[in-house]
Nanobody, 114 residues
Framework: QVQLVESGGGLVQPGGSLTLSCAAS????????MSWYRQAPGKERDWVAT????????DYANSVKGRFTISRDDAKNTLYLQMNGLKPDDTAVYYC???????WGQGTQVTVSS
């Protein structure tokens, strides 16, 4: 049974930082690229970042490039998203995703507000 469990969301002030985690199970984690998406209230779900199998070829949406870092620990079957310089526009539910399999987690809420 495939499970993707996100954690680490919360309320943070503008300019602050958060690190999201996605614990994966039920599939061979290290073989697959992994992505983060986000969905703000009333908007479509948008792609944020992708990392290849074995941690290669990270790629980012222009809106987060230079502020967010995607990484993975294959020994722990865990995906991460380090978010720095957070802005109110980053407020959303963040989801991890396995692109080739179209697996999704349940999401974790990130709210950036003073």
């Amino acid at each position: 049974q495939v499970q993707l469990v996100e954690s680490g969301g919360g309320l943070v002030q503008p300019g602050g930082s958060l690190t999201l985690s996605c614990a994966a199970s039920g599939f061979t984690f290290h073989l697959w690229p992994m992505s983060w998406y986000r969905q703000a209230p009333g908007k479509e779900r948008d792609w944020v970042a992708t990392i290849g199998a074995h941690g290669d070829l990270p790629d980012y949406a222009n809106s987060v490039k230079g502020r967010f870092t995607i990484s993975r620990d294959d020994a722990k079957n865990t995906l991460y998203l380090q978010m720095n310089g957070l802005k109110p526009d980053d407020t959303a539910v963040y989801y991890c995703h396995v692109p080739p399999k179209d697996y999704w987690g349940q999401g974790t809420q990130v709210t950036v507000s003073s």
